[in-house]
């Protein structure tokens, strides 16, 4: 089974100081990870994605996240913060189908940032 | 490029009336469509999913129906609508992912935020 946990239900960081939100998973499979932000009243949109090449993922927008399979973790950070990236952000681990045709995603609680000048 | 769109973007509703969103994908072939809604305060839920035209099925028992009347049409409906069905309700799609993989993220559109009075 899939399922995702992400440890901080609210981060709040200054204007240009570094961003962490932390995500652990756990898969039977091996996993495929993705990170989506939601700013107020809006969609999901896909921020980055990890699907078993490079361990380190580079997304939009200056985010990028770590596969760390001993730590089973997916820790999504940014060096630098702007306000423009105050939204809530899911960690999200994907089933892979064996029938039904298409892969389930779970999704984490969701980790609030806050991005303070 | 693909795009997917959804409307309304907001909708007020009595209680008993009935109900229609709608979501198209353009860009793209045989996607896989979904409908999820985002309660306040609380994660995605996943309702409905379609592999192909006229192919419907629901994650959840409910008051809501869906149907594909085209290959990238996807429509969410309802009777009778109740207030538990006020939400945030968002249309996603996905390209098919090979058998055994989780590897196709999931593409959202802007959401219909429905308040039932």
């Known amino acids: 089974a899939q399922s995702v946990t992400q440890l901080d239900s609210h981060v709040s960081v200054s204007e240009g100081t570094p961003v962490l939100l932390r995500c652990n998973y756990s898969?039977?499979?091996?996993?495929?990870l993705f990170w989506y932000v939601q700013h107020p009243n809006k969609g999901l949109q896909l921020l980055l994605k990890y699907t078993s090449a490079a361990t380190l993922v580079k997304g939009i927008n200056g985010f990028e996240a770590e596969f760390k399979k001993s730590e089973t973790s997916f820790h999504l950070t940014k060096p630098s913060a702007h306000m423009s990236d105050a939204a809530e952000y899911f960690c999200v681990v994907s089933a892979p189908y064996f029938s039904g045709g298409y892969n389930k995603l779970i999704f984490g609680a969701g980790t609030r940032l806050a991005v303070h000048p | 490029s693909q795009t997917i769109h959804q409307w309304p973007a907001t909708l007020v509703q009595p209680v008993g009336s009935p109900l229609s969103l709608e979501c198209t994908v353009e860009?793209?072939?045989?996607?896989?469509l979904y409908w999820y809604r985002q309660a306040a305060g609380r994660g995605l839920q996943l309702l409905f999913y379609s592999v192909g035209i006229g192919q419907i099925s629901s994650e959840v028992p409910q008051n809501l129906s869906a149907s594909r009347p085209q290959d990238r049409q996807f429509i969410l409906s309802s009777k009778k609508l109740l207030l538990s069905d006020s939400g945030f309700y968002l249309c996603?799609?996905?390209?098919?992912?090979?058998?055994?993989?989780?590897?196709?993220?999931?593409?959202f559109g802007d959401g219909t935020r429905l308040s039932i009075l």
């Open positions: 860009g793209t072939s045989n996607p896989n």
């Open positions: 898969s039977s499979y091996s996993p495929s």
């Open positions: 996603a799609w996905s390209k098919k992912g090979a058998f055994r993989s989780g590897n196709q993220p999931q593409h």
